[in-house]
């Protein structure tokens, strides 16, 4: 069975401060790893990852995989109250399904 | 820019009511999903769909069913709802042969009593 789990769950920093949130996952055919912000709403897109090594970047979020050891990094540097979400990591197995971690709650306090 | 819509998004239901979830897209995917979630849970997969007539389990599709009788449109049905289906419903939908992104609809949080 594909396991995604995350950590930390819950979070709260200061604005400005730098974060990392982490996913460690089991997959038997793996094919990529995904990370979505969501906010109130549904999961909006971030990064997808398919190789070890490179990183992924978008303003001030960064993402890396590490296939050997099974596991990838969302950080935010500079953190905005605009930040605070739900950080959900999602690894894609066989047949394109998703299983998702339960997530980790950013609370970013002015 | 990739549209999924979800027809309700609140719904307040009976115990023992038949529920129909419906979720469209526009952007003439094969792939659709149907997601619940809740606290502390995470995303749990219902059922997908690869094509239209097409359907296969997911991790937790007791209690549930689905309907694909055209390709933009994928119907999550819960035969006789109860108090432990409340949740919020999620569907997304992707385009096969290619790695990764789901495009999610905005939810339905539906409401079992």
């Known amino acids: 069975e594909d396991k995604v789990v995350q950590s930390p769950l819950s979070l709260v920093v200061h604005e400005g401060d730098t974060v990392t949130l982490n996913c460690s996952y089991e997959?038997?055919?793996?094919?990529?790893l995904l990370w979505y912000k969501q906010e109130k709403k549904a999961p909006t897109f971030l990064f997808m990852l398919t190789s070890s090594g490179i990183e992924k970047k978008s303003g001030r979020l960064s993402s890396i995989l590490d296939k050997k050891e099974l596991f990838s990094i969302l950080n935010i540097t500079a953190t905005q109250t605009g930040d605070s979400a739900v950080y959900l990591c999602?690894?894609?197995?066989?047949?394109?399904?998703?299983?998702f971690g339960k997530g980790t709650l950013l609370t970013v306090n002015p | 820019d990739v549209k999924v819509t979800q027809s309700s998004r609140y719904l307040v239901k009976r115990t023992g009511e038949k529920v129909f979830l419906e979720c469209v897209q526009d952007?003439?995917?094969?792939?659709m999903f149907w997601y619940r979630q809740d606290p502390g849970l995470g995303l749990r997969l219902i059922y997908f769909s690869y094509d239209v007539k097409m359907k296969e389990k997911g991790d937790i599709p007791e209690g549930y069913s689905v309907s694909r009788e055209k390709k933009e449109r994928f119907s999550l049905i819960l035969e006789s709802a109860s108090t432990n289906q409340t949740s919020m419903y999620l569907c997304a939908s992707h385009f096969s042969g290619r790695d990764g992104e789901q495009f999610f609809g905005p939810g339905t949080r539906l409401t079992v009593l």
């Open positions: 952007m003439d995917h094969e792939n």
């Open positions: 999602a690894v894609e197995g066989s047949n394109y399904k998703l299983t």
């Open positions: 997959v038997t055919n793996f094919r990529s």
